[in-house]
Structures are given as C-alpha cells and as structure tokens.
C-alpha cells in the first residue's frame, strides 16, 4: 500500500476500504463515498447504509476526511487500523439499530 495518488484514485481506495470494514460487520452494509462538486480535491464525505438506514442518518452531517488526510494515512497501518475499527463501529451500530426497530413497509 502506499500514500498519496489522485483524488480520484484515493477516493476509489476509500470506497473500497470502507466498504471491506463495514462488510466484515455484515455483507449488508454498504459505504457510500460523497466526493463530488464542492468537495472535488477537498474532501470527501463518507456514510453507510443498511437497507433504509444510514450512519450517520441523513439528518446529521456525513463523517468528513479530508483528501491529504486519506492519501497520506492509507499509507499508515496505525491510520488504517484507526478508521477501520471506526467504520466496523459504525456498521455495528446500524445493525443494532435494525434489530431494535426493524422498518416495516405498508401495503
């Protein structure tokens, strides 16, 4: 692994680290990577999703790394270990969500 890459390129590998912690919870959950418009070489916003659910809700701010933060840590085995072990958090409380108050559809 290494450090650095186009924001492009880092946000791909962000998606994909997300995505591979978060299915270690569940294969359920799914990331989502905001990394667009205003953010484009800033920023990027990150959420998961388990069915209609989102952590964080959509209410409330998506959690927010900068981009120099990810292309440096992806680097780190200690920063990589960090959010991942925050993201796995993250999915566990989604999926205890869920079993508290399933979401039921009308009709």
Same mark, same amino acid.
């Given at each position: ?13 962000? +998606? @994909? ?5 978060? &299915?270690? /919870? ?5 990331? !989502? ?7 484009? @070489? &800033? ?8 069915? /209609?659910?989102?952590? *964080? *809700? +959509?209410?409330? *701010? #998506? !959690?927010?790394?900068?981009?120099? /933060?990810?292309? #440096?840590? &992806?680097?780190?085995? $200690?920063?990589?270990? $960090? ?5 796995? %958090? ?6 205890? #969500?869920?079993?508290? $108050? *399933?979401?039921?559809?009308? %009709?």
């Amino acid at each position: 692994m290494f450090a650095g890459g186009s924001y492009e390129d880092v946000g791909r590998w962000l +998606l @994909g680290f997300v995505n591979s912690h978060a &299915k270690r /919870e569940s294969p359920r959950v799914e990331a !989502i990577v905001e990394a667009g418009d205003e953010r484009a @070489g &800033k920023t990027f916003a990150v959420r998961l999703r388990l069915g /209609e659910r989102y952590q *964080p *809700p +959509l209410d409330q *701010p #998506a !959690i927010e790394f900068s981009f120099h /933060e990810v292309a #440096a840590g &992806k680097g780190s085995l $200690a920063w990589c270990q $960090a959010v991942a072990q925050r993201v796995c %958090g993250w999915a566990r409380q989604l999926l205890e #969500a869920e079993r508290a $108050a *399933p979401i039921t559809r009308a %009709g």
